[in-house]
């Protein structure tokens, strides 16, 4: 764990400078007990990947202060496994009209669509970071097999709730906006939801089943197929 | 009671100080690009800090007072007027229905802070007024001003005779330094590119809103392609593959995959703020614990 400068206001806490599972649940535990504290002067805290950064009032603590502070704090933390993550099912229609990129998908891995569906269905995917756009989760790991790097060309628009894969991650557009991921399906979930205290149903802490639903269980969801 | 807007000019916000506490979800922090002339603003009307307050980016912007109050602009150096009447800046007036307040022309800097005496009665979202557009929060139904809104007050008939010094009014200059904590990446920045960022001139180009300002000049190279996403603060200077500098502002996406060499000293943004397209920038580097005593000193005159 290594903690640096970001700003004048801010630190960042690296915990590891590679991408895994157990990196995650790291950040993942330090953020749970970071956020336990209910500090105010702690104002910002922000995960992603491998690192938190932390904003701060500064009439409270100065850089010293507030690195000796989270030292001691994080210097025994103990790693959560997953089994306390909320699992969150989101109901996918992964239909070739709003699928725009499953059958290219599936041709590259050489296996049918149906086996696309199968396999990025079957999986629980963890959230590793939140950003991008409001809502916009980033999840892993997708299945060698169906890996994808992003198109070339960003599409101007992407849909809202498109379930999309770049590369061995997942997410689901929040809102319409442009984009370079590869698009599987559609969902109506919300992942930013004005009318929810919280603003959105996942969190860093949040564990995601996707699950395929039929086209007529999609439109009874009030989904909409046109691009 | 309320100010009906006559002229919303093309791009009038309201703000505050931002919306904190929404970061880990994508949630930017947005608020006031000028905190030193809101700031101002709000101390000059006895207001709190935290009072919302309409940023004001292109000028004509006219509003029609419907019941008394008191009211300031700070900001970019324009001419204001009430009832045809030319007025000071960085000064209160009383206004009274049926009066016209109108933001002419801005003559130098960029964005014109309007404030009214205890504020306009809009609900926050999310714990803030701030607008952000492209997170449809804030202001009113997450947009920008619009002819014909409406901005309600509380009326208010007390006399409040306020007027910043005018040795602290700002004064735009040509060139700006810009006051740089060395942080995250840096040690991806050899000596001779950090040299090479220190003692060179920057312009700031066209690509410069709420969200960043890009600079364009002398080229610096990481070592680094790219990083792993990590959430960026305020200020700090992301260079991307074509080695030219951008400061993330108070828009900018919360994480962000490109090496940081630092971080512009906030005071040093807020002043950024008010920089049009070619002004030259320069970077100098400063200590963390003369920038967090810098920073203290600034919010302490205004509290």
Known sequence: ?227 | MSFKVIKAGIFTTLQDRGRFGFTHLGVTNSGVMDEYSALAAQKLLDNAQDTNILEITFAPVELKADANTSFCVTGALCEVFINEQLKNSWQVHKIQKGDVVKVQIILEGQRVYLAVKNGFDIAKEFGSNSTTIKESLGGISGIQIKNADILPYKQNSEDIINRWHENHIPKYEKELVLRVILSYQEESFSKEEKEKFFNSTYTITQDFNRMACKLSGEKILSSLDGIISEAITFGSIQIPKDGQPIILLKERQTIGGYPKIGTVLSIDCFKLAQMRIDTKVRFEPIDINTAQDKLRDFYSTFA
């Open chain 1, 1 to 227: 764990m290594q903690i640096k400068l970001a700003s004048v206001d801010s630190v960042i806490i690296y915990f590891s400078n590679t991408i895994s599972k157990q990196n995650s649940l790291k950040v993942k535990s330090a953020y749970k007990l970071l956020k336990s504290l209910d500090d105010k002067d702690l104002i910002e805290i922000v995960p992603s990947y491998t690192s938190i950064l932390i904003t701060y009032d500064i009439f409270t603590y100065n850089f010293e202060q507030i690195k000796i502070f989270l030292n001691e704090l994080l210097k025994d933390l103990k790693v959560e496994d997953e089994s306390s993550q909320e699992l969150i099912n989101i109901d996918v229609y992964y239909g070739e009209e709003v699928g725009l990129d499953l059958q290219r998908v599936a041709s590259r891995a050489d296996i049918s669509t149906q086996e696309v569906i199968k396999i990025h269905s079957s999986k629980i995917y963890d959230v590793f970071a939140i950003g991008f756009l409001p809502g916009f989760a980033y999840m892993a790991a997708v299945e060698e097999k169906i890996i994808t790097p992003r198109l070339e060309t960003p599409r101007r628009k992407i849909p809202k709730g498109s379930v999309a894969i770049a590369d061995n991650q997942t997410a689901v557009y929040p809102q319409n906006s442009p984009g370079g991921w590869n698009i599987l399906g559609k969902t109506t979930f919300e992942l930013f939801d004005k009318s929810l205290e919280a603003l959105s149903p996942i969190t860093i802490e949040s564990r995601i089943k996707f699950n395929p639903i039929s086209k007529d269980e999609f439109l009874k969801q009030g989904g909409i197929l046109e691009f």
